[in-house]
C-alpha cells in the first residue's frame, strides 16, 4: 500500500515562497505520474501540477511561471517550488501518484499552505 506524507506548507505573505515535499513509501515510484493537487474551503479540489515517468509536466494557466514541479526517483520525492505566491494560492494542498494500467491512485494528507498579508 502506497503511502504519501506532504511537508513544507505554511504561512507566508503576498509574493513569498514555499517548497513542497511529498515523501513516498509502498510503491514503485518511478512508474507513477505524480501530482500536486489543492483544495480551498469551498471549492473543489483542483490539479494544479503534474509530472511524468520521464519528467514531462503539466501546470494549470494559474500557476505557471510561478510553480515548478520535480522528482526524484531515488529519493521517491515530488516537490513543489511555488514562487510569488499569491491570496488565491491559499489551500490545502495533496500530493497524488497514479498509474493506469493497472488502475492505482494514492493521495497523501495534505499540508496547508495560506498566503496572507
Known amino acids: 500500500q502506497g503511502q504519501l506524507v506532504e511537508s513544507g506548507g505554511g504561512s507566508v505573505q503576498p509574493g513569498g515562497s514555499l517548497r513542497l515535499s511529498c515523501a513516498t513509501s509502498?510503491?514503485?515510484?518511478?512508474?507513477?505520474?505524480m501530482s500536486w493537487y489543492r483544495q480551498a474551503p469551498g471549492k473543489q479540489r483542483e490539479l494544479v501540477a503534474a509530472?511524468?515517468?520521464?519528467?514531462?509536466?503539466y501546470y494549470v494557466d494559474s500557476v505557471k511561471d510561478r510553480f515548478t514541479i520535480s522528482r526524484d526517483n531515488a529519493k521517491m520525492a515530488v516537490y513543489l517550488q511555488m514562487n510569488s505566491l499569491k491570496p488565491e494560492d491559499t489551500a490545502v494542498y495533496h500530493c497524488?501518484?497514479?498509474?493506469?494500467?493497472?488502475?492505482?491512485?494514492?493521495w497523501g494528507q495534505g499540508t496547508q499552505v495560506t498566503v496572507s498579508s
Open positions: 509530472i511524468g515517468s520521464r519528467r514531462d509536466a
Open positions: 497524488n501518484a497514479a498509474r493506469t494500467s493497472p488502475s492505482i491512485d494514492y
Open positions: 509502498g510503491f514503485i515510484f518511478r512508474l507513477y505520474r
